[in-house]
């Protein structure tokens, strides 16, 4: 149990265009999701904290209007990158949260590698 | 604040040998421990938690953990090492109260040598 999935694996796109990253709790359902950055040989940036049916909260220096978040539903999280630009080139990270307590266990998807050219 | 140490980047230990995997934490209040696994271009896999009870705490894999309050530390440890074991470890904390994020520490390589 608790496997967390990401769609697409991997995603390369031209400079300025739009890219939809998929995070699904496939076994359990998870009230809070999170998304992370992680650049080559760094340790994982927390972005934002998506909550079900309710606005996502952003990190200090994170764009709102760069990284759309929408948490659909009780297994569902997409991250849009808006315009994306070269150096939004990176390797996402999401993460859902099984049960409600602080204390309960991240379960983390795969990741999106995204490259913009 | 709180904050989370790996003050090594690379660990190489022989296989069959014991290995270890420092951590240390900074967080005001009780801490809640992590530590997760990472094999190249794949997601985080957790591998065990601290949140209260008893000091050494069980985990995936054959690994193991202590958390030692007065040395704010919480290093993974494994008796016996496999090639297999070769991944990026990482050490995270949370606290009651934090909005439930977690703060990873930068991460250690550890490679594991026939």
């Known amino acids: 149990g608790a496997v967390v999935s990401q769609h697409p694996s991997w995603v390369i796109c031209k400079s300025g265009t739009s890219v939809k990253i998929e995070c699904r709790s496939l076994d359990f359902q998870a009230t809070t999701m999170f998304w992370y950055r992680q650049f080559p040989k760094q340790s994982l940036m927390l972005m934002a904290t998506?909550?079900?049916?309710?606005?996502?909260?952003?990190e200090q220096g994170v764009e709102k209007d760069k990284f759309l978040i929408n948490h659909a539903s009780l297994t569902l999280s997409t991250l849009t990158v808006t315009s994306a630009h070269p150096e939004d080139s990176s390797f996402y990270i999401c993460s859902a949260r099984r049960g409600v307590r602080e204390t309960d266990t991240q379960y983390f998807g795969p990741g999106t590698r995204l490259t913009v050219l | 604040a709180q904050s989370v140490a790996q003050p090594e980047d690379q660990v190489n230990v022989a296989e069959g040998n014991p290995l270890t995997v420092k951590c240390t934490y900074s967080v005001s209040g009780n801490p809640y421990l992590f530590w997760y696994v990472q094999y190249p271009n794949r997601g985080l896999q957790f591998l065990l938690k601290y949140i209260t009870g008893d000091n050494l705490v069980k985990g995936s894999y054959g690994f193991e953990a202590e958390f030692n309050k007065s040395q704010t530390s919480f290093h993974l440890k494994k008796p016996s090492a496999l090639v297999s074991d070769s991944a990026l470890y990482f050490c995270a904390v949370s606290r009651l109260g934090s909005a439930r994020q977690l703060t990873f520490g930068s991460g250690t390589q550890l490679t594991v040598l026939p």
């Open positions: 998506s909550n079900e049916g309710s606005k996502a909260t952003y």
